[in-house]
């Protein structure tokens, strides 16, 4: 009788510290996954194919692989856009370009000037601001792109700092050829036909005036062929003092508001980008942090340190790509990874890595070198919606949320990272607009299998181009171009 009652108790106590086991694992795996420090690495203009976690063998890339590695590989990773600014805004709002007046109805798509007025609209709610809001520390170091001034030189309506983030160390437009000596010109190539045309124009009425003056058919003034003379000397210099002066006037560096390199130099820019991270999470590794590090690379102009240069298989983008990859490792596994593991903040770290948007194929240097990347097997690159425009790397880390060496075939978005950060910072999704992407952390834990996007919509500018369709019961996916014309045949 008390054998039966000791073995009972011992059965009864054992069942209660079970419980009890479960309670704490339970307690801490919501834990784990609340309120984690969250590091966005997000290349510049990066093919899908130049990566090795992505087939790539002949670029090194070890630090990104090791991401993949020890993480989850997306493989239908689609950005919102194939253009840097729209594709910027979709990925900080959660919300296609078109939503927040971020896709032009022009033939160009992005900002170009430090001077332009337009800019991501203070009403549109970014990430940052949902972090900054539960009490993140927010930095945003690197590229920025999407405005800076509305209606004067220091309003400062469309700064990062605007925009929800604490800290902002970088360029407020975008990385150009011009910005670097002997690259080339955007905009002279851009503008050299209309510029010959209208030197024409304004050469052959000035000769007509004269001739036509000269044989007396009708007595011309002198006065209006010295206007004609005028205007064209007028825009000739206005010309020359724009492309002689653009490096000083859009190509710079800031500190928050403040300039602190005019014009831009390039010497050791990512190592220098790469230690602003660095002290930025060691600023703040007591508390929860957002840290957006969005570099240069592999926006033309190319550029890389004197340690990387020549030493890639594929000239100077090669080396880009490698000094980017050198900067990861720093971050998450070396200087970047490193300090993640030195303050113990790597299972607390939720990373991701992304590039806006696909590579640039079509980028040729003055000197005939070829300044484009590879995006893998897939047609197209940047500024088009065919697959090799829009597919882009994806990779998230966060060791014993993420199961490590998944890979997810299910289409994505950059847009799904806004609400993924937000309601793991524990915010509210705003409810008085459309959210577009989803929240990934199911998918990513194989608590569900498919993506929640059935319907993924691909815009050139504010053009519809084609709709992704990923139908719920089929694994099968269709994509469908959407005529521009009702008579147009496709």
């Known amino acids: 009788m008390n054998q039966a009652a000791t073995s009972k108790r011992k059965k009864m106590g054992l069942l209660l510290f079970l419980t009890v086991l479960q309670c704490a694992i339970s307690?801490?795996?919501?834990?784990?996954?609340?309120?984690?420090?969250?590091?966005?690495?997000?290349?510049?203009?990066?093919?899908?194919?130049?990566?090795?976690?992505?087939?790539?063998?002949?670029?090194?890339?070890?630090?990104?692989?090791?991401?993949?590695?020890?993480?989850?590989?997306?493989?239908?990773?689609?950005?919102?856009?194939p253009l840097c600014t729209p594709s910027r805004a979709a990925f900080l709002t959660g919300r296609y370009p078109i939503r927040s007046g971020m896709a032009a109805f022009s033939r160009v798509g992005v900002f170009l000037f430090s001077a332009s007025s337009g800019g991501l609209p203070s009403e549109e709610i970014t990430f940052s601001k949902l972090l900054k809001q539960r009490g993140y520390a927010t930095a945003l170091i690197g590229k920025w792109h999407l405005g800076m001034n509305c209606e004067s030189n220091n309003d400062f309506c469309h700064h990062p700092l605007s925009h929800g983030f604490d800290y902002f160390y970088g360029l407020t437009v975008t990385n150009l050829r011009d910005c670097k000596p002997g690259q080339g010109s955007v905009f002279l190539k851009g503008v050299q036909m209309y510029l010959v045309i209208l030197i024409q124009i304004l050469g052959v009425t000035a000769v007509s005036l004269a001739v036509v003056h000269y044989v007396s058919f009708f007595k011309v003034p002198f006065e209006a062929l010295g206007f004609c003379l005028l205007i064209t000397c007028i825009s000739l210099a206005v010309l020359i003092f724009f492309f002689y002066h653009f490096r000083h006037l859009n190509c710079f560096l800031m500190r928050d508001h403040q300039i602190i390199q005019q014009p831009l130099s390039y010497e050791n820019l990512t190592q220098r980008l790469t230690t602003e991270a660095v002290r930025f999470i060691e600023r703040n590794h007591n508390a929860p942090f957002l840290l957006v590090l969005s570099y240069l690379h592999v926006h033309t102009a190319l550029y890389a340190s004197k340690m990387f240069r020549g030493k890639s298989r594929?000239?100077?983008?090669?080396?880009?790509?490698?000094?980017?990859?050198?900067?990861?490792?720093?971050?998450?596994?070396?200087?970047?990874?490193?300090?993640l593991e030195n303050y113990n903040l790597s299972n607390r770290s939720l990373v991701y890595f992304s590039s806006d948007q696909g590579a640039h194929i079509e980028e040729i240097s003055s000197s005939g070198e070829v300044h484009g990347g590879c995006n893998?097997?897939?047609?197209?690159?940047?500024?088009?919606?065919?697959?090799g425009g829009i597919r882009v790397p994806g990779l998230l880390r966060w060791p014993g949320v993420i199961h490590a060496g998944t890979y997810i075939d299910d289409p994505t978005s950059n847009m799904d990272i806004f609400p993924t950060i937000v309601k793991l910072a524990g915010a509210q999704l705003p409810y008085d607009r459309i959210i577009d992407g989803h929240d990934l952390m199911p998918l990513l834990q194989g608590k569900v299998i498919r993506s929640k996007h059935e319907f993924l919509f691909h815009y050139c500018n504010a053009y519809l181009n084609a709709v992704r369709w990923h139908p719920r019961n089929i694994s099968t996916m269709l994509c469908k171009s959407v005529k521009k014309d009702p008579n147009e045949i496709i």
């Open 376 to 387: 893998g097997i897939y047609k197209g690159g940047k500024s088009t919606n065919w697959e």
């Open 314 to 339: 594929h000239g100077l983008y090669g080396d880009a790509v490698e000094e980017m990859d050198w900067s990861v490792g720093m971050l998450i596994l070396g200087q970047i990874l490193d300090v």
């Open 27 to 81: 307690s801490v795996n919501t834990y784990s996954v609340s309120n984690p420090n969250v590091v966005l690495l997000i290349a510049d203009d990066l093919g899908i194919g130049d990566l090795g976690c992505y087939g790539n063998r002949t670029l090194r890339t070890p630090h990104i692989d090791r991401l993949a590695k020890e993480g989850v590989t997306l493989t239908q990773h689609i950005a919102a856009s």
